[in-house]
């Protein structure tokens, strides 16, 4: 059964790095998101994507974060510079066609900002 | 700004025990998702309603729908251990955006 993918799982970094995480989503999709869960927290979205283009973003979304689909395949969220407040998991979804469908998640890739 | 609010937020209980999660949400939408949430993995989807009056049924689980209430609920039948896990509901804001509420964080003890 196809499935979104991530990378890396965990990935650590120190306060002010840049960072890119990469989700791969299913083959025939075509809307893609970024959301985000603090730990013990609910998820909250950050942005959706379709078209090539930005649909939707959230106030978190700042010019921090930017999104990408550099090829046909691969969706990355990039932070720019990093802060402790954006240590969280952070899952991609993706989703075939929008009205109703439902969005499939990425197993999650674990940002640890020190 | 749509708010979704579910009720409650922890709950223990014992195998063989029925129960319900509540799912409350501010303004109209049509399209209701429940998730699950193992600790530490991602999101499950369970059930997608996408109407008013809709019902599913999946094993011990159904979920409901009322659209005028605006209220889904998550029923649990005959509970057993396997269904301990995080329940999110979710609402559409907009066709592409989920409001998540906070979690049902069910323990079911043996």
């Known amino acids: 059964e196809p499935e979104v993918t991530q990378t890396p799982s965990h990935q650590v970094t120190q306060m002010g790095q840049e960072v890119i995480l990469r989700c791969v989503p299913i083959s025939n999709h075509l809307y893609f998101y970024w959301y985000r869960q603090i730990l013990g927290q609910k998820v909250e979205f950050l942005v959706s994507f379709y078209n090539n283009e930005i649909s939707e973003k959230s106030e978190i979304f700042d010019d921090q974060f930017s999104v990408e689909r550099p090829d046909g395949s691969n969706f990355t969220l990039k932070i720019r510079s990093t802060k402790l407040e954006d240590s969280a998991m952070y899952f991609c979804?993706?989703?075939?066609?929008?009205?109703?469908?439902?969005?499939?998640f990425g197993p999650g890739t674990r940002l640890t900002v020190l | 700004e749509l708010k979704v609010e579910q009720n409650p937020l922890f709950l223990s209980m014992q195998e063989g025990k029925n129960y319900t999660i509540y799912c409350n949400y501010s303004?109209?939408?049509?399209?209701l998702y429940w998730y699950r949430q193992d600790p530490g993995k991602s999101l499950e989807s369970l059930f997608v309603l996408l109407s008013n009056g809709a019902v599913k049924q999946e094993g011990r689980l159904m979920a409901s729908l009322d659209t005028k209430a605006r209220l889904s609920t998550l029923h649990i039948t005959a509970a057993v251990h396997d269904l301990s896990a995080t329940y999110f509901c979710?609402?559409?804001?907009?066709?592409?955006?989920?409001?998540f509420g906070q979690g049902t964080r069910l323990t079911i003890n043996p």
């Open positions: 979710a609402v559409d804001a907009s066709p592409q955006k989920l409001v």
């Open positions: 303004t109209t939408s049509d399209r």
């Open positions: 979804a993706s989703e075939r066609e929008s009205a109703g469908n439902e969005q499939f």
